[in-house]
């Protein structure tokens, strides 16, 4: 047998080793990503493990599919009828080919996990976000305060923080032993959903204060969203809440009617007669509520 033909024997048997091997791996992370959000039993750790790690392990899965995909597609003609014994340019077409294949799935699912998933990542993230809480020292099912209820268990700092959405609170309580477990999220700096094409892509790029109240501290926040894409962009309107926590004590009875805490966003637009339309967004009723009481025409020009 030629040199050629005991490296193509060689080069086939890496090939397919190879192929398992790489496919084996991309089967392994998943499997182990998966196991180990399974063996997290603290809902709020599930959050955030999912939150940081799923699209980082998806895509060295398939990164490593891709690979074995690659190799593969080098086996192409290696069955001895078609006597490829002899390396000649069908060699590096095929190893392009290989390549090229490799390339595509990596790419493609890049592009899946990096547009397309985040919608069904944010699902799954609600779901572990508003899984009803018990409380390991007494075994009881704690309840999810809503947004006035909570501010009462919210230092100044912590009120700040979700004024300008930069940081969101949920506050669980055990009502027959009065304990609070508060857990800390990212608000508005992670990614939104983008009206134009749906996926959850739009980020802030920007922040300005539009107006300022007599002493000087923010009033209205002005923040700017570009979606990474379809690079649609649009700005939105926060209004800063002056209240304190005391404002918010007689609230308890009527906030337990309803639970809003699971509504993604609400949008309010608002046409002028001299102005047009313009458009505001709220990730909650209760700041919709705000903006809507302290809302006027003349102070606020569309």
């Excluded at 033909?5 to 398992?20: C, D, E």
């Excluded at 799935?105 to 592009?111: D, E, F, P």
């Excluded at 799954?124 to 099912?141: A, E, H, S, V």
């Excluded at 990614?191 to 134009?196: K, P, S, T, V």
């Amino acid at each position: 047998m030629s040199d050629s033909g005991t490296f193509l024997q060689v080069w086939y048997v890496a090939m397919i080793i190879g192929g398992i091997l790489a496919c084996s791996v991309g089967v392994i992370i998943f499997l182990v990503h998966n196991f180990r959000v399974s063996v997290i039993k603290d809902f709020k750790e599930k959050y955030d493990y999912i939150n940081l790690n799923e699209i980082k392990w998806y895509k060295l899965a398939f990164t490593a599919i891709g690979v074995g995909v690659g190799l593969f597609i080098n086996l192409y003609g290696s069955d001895p009828a078609n006597r490829l014994n002899t390396i000649g340019v069908w060699f590096f077409v095929r190893l392009f080919f290989g390549i090229a294949g490799a390339t595509l799935v990596a790419y493609v699912s890049g592009l899946i996990l990096e547009f397309y998933y985040p919608t069904r990542l944010n699902e799954k993230l609600k779901k572990w976000r508003y899984m009803p809480r018990i409380n390991p020292k007494t075994g009881n099912k704690m309840r999810l305060l809503s947004e006035e209820e909570e501010d009462v268990h919210l230092d100044l700092g912590r009120q700040a923080e979700e004024n300008i959405f930069s940081v969101d609170y949920d506050v669980w309580i055990d009502e027959k032993t009065n304990e609070v477990k508060i857990e800390k999220y990212q608000g508005h700096l992670t990614a939104l959903r983008c009206n134009n094409c749906g996926f959850y892509t739009m980020r802030v790029v920007k922040e300005e204060v539009a107006q300022v109240n007599e002493d000087g501290s923010p009033k209205e926040i002005l923040k700017h969203y570009r979606c990474s894409y379809c690079k649609n962009v649009r700005a939105t309107a926060f209004i800063v809440s002056r209240k304190e926590s005391d404002d918010y004590k007689e609230l308890k009875e009527m906030s337990k009617q309803r639970n809003t805490k699971n509504v993604d966003m609400i949008r309010i637009e608002i046409h002028s007669i001299l102005s047009g339309k313009k458009f505001y967004e709220f990730p909650s009723v209760e700041q919709a509520k705000k903006f809507l009481e302290n809302f006027d025409s003349d102070k606020n020009p569309q």
